[in-house]
């Protein structure tokens, strides 16, 4: 499984809470937090300034000075993050941080739409509400096109002539949803 993480676990990036105009990014990578700041002034002083950079390991952002900061000005650049960012996403570094990784959000799209094929209609829905990412894959075409693959005993080419004209996912509900069927239970 660990060959499913690459160097960089997560990063986001976004403007600071007001009233400032700030830019802030935020990159994990599988040895360090890297912090980056960039200054947005009208002030001449400030023009061409380079952007701020903290790097730290995960042990030191651990540390309950540094990743409990919530007040402001924070003692430090990485005690922003639950600032600029919100408590969920200081959450989730702290996760990465101690090793905590989602290997299900990292598989391809490919392998994940071959898994989510094999669900029914309920867990289906469930599933489209966990994030952006699964809410597109289980609205995709090719994720209703593997659900009638893996549902037509004998496809055929004319079934995927009929499945790219119509819809995949039209093609099926035409076909294998009945309504009150133990699917949907």
């Not at 990036?13 to 802030?24: H, I, L, R, T, V």
């Amino acid at each position: 499984m660990a060959s499913l993480l690459g160097e960089d676990l997560f990063q986001i990036s976004g403007q600071g809470p007001p009233p400032s105009k700030d830019f802030f990014q935020l990159l994990i990578t599988k040895k360090e937090v890297i912090w980056r700041s960039w200054r947005i002034s009208l002030r001449h002083e400030n023009r061409g300034a380079s952007p701020e950079e903290v790097k730290t390991s995960h042990h030191d952002f651990l540390h309950p000075q540094m990743s409990q900061s919530y007040c402001f000005p924070p003692p430090s650049a990485i005690g922003q993050v639950g600032l600029v960012f919100g408590k969920k996403i200081l959450d989730y570094t702290r996760s990465l941080c101690q090793g905590k990784f989602d290997y299900l959000e990292r598989l391809p799209d490919d392998s994940l739409l071959q898994i989510l094929s094999y669900l029914g209609l309920k867990d289906m829905s469930i599933l489209a509400q966990v994030s952006q990412r699964f809410r597109k894959l289980c609205n995709s075409e090719k994720f209703w096109e593997q659900i009638v693959r893996n549902r037509c005993v004998e496809f055929t080419g004319d079934l995927e002539g009929v499945g790219n004209a119509m819809g995949w996912r039209r093609m099926y509900f035409a076909l294998f949803h009945i309504s009150g069927s133990k699917e949907q239970q």
